[in-house]
């Protein structure tokens, strides 16, 4: 059985960093497409980043590009997204996906593309 457990999301002020953790379990982590979504109250999920197997590529929505990085510890089976420069608009709830397939593509944003969700991790940003 697939699970996903996010942790590390906090409050922090404008300017600040979070690193956020996903650990998986019940399937080869190393070998899947991994990637991580936001969502904020009354908006659409949306792509945040998203990395294929042994970080071979990876994808970022621009929004995020220059302060956001995703990486990946195999022996942990831990996906990371490491925040920084953060803003009011990254106030969100972050989740944890994987679609289960070796590589992500050009589609990575879709969620409806994903099979697995973990329960999500709040980020709040203040200015």
């Known amino acids: 059985q697939v699970q996903l457990v996010e942790s590390g999301g906090g409050s922090v002020q404008a300017g600040g960093s979070l690193r956020l953790s996903c650990t998986a379990s019940g399937y080869t982590f190393s070998s899947v497409c991994m990637a991580w979504f936001r969502q904020a109250p009354g908006k659409a999920r949306e792509g945040v980043a998203a990395q294929s197997t042994g970080g071979a590529s990876s994808y970022y929505a621009d929004s995020v590009k220059g302060r956001f990085t995703m990486s990946r510890d195999n022996a942990k089976n831990t996906v990371y997204l490491q925040m920084a420069g953060l803003k009011p608009e990254d106030t969100a709830m972050y989740y944890c996906?994987?679609?289960?397939?070796?590589?992500?593509?050009?589609?990575?944003?879709?969620?409806?593309?994903?099979?697995?969700w973990g329960q999500g991790t709040q980020v709040t940003v203040s200015s």
């Open positions: 996906t994987t679609r289960l397939v070796f590589f992500c593509d050009a589609n990575w944003y879709d969620s409806t593309r994903y099979n697995h």
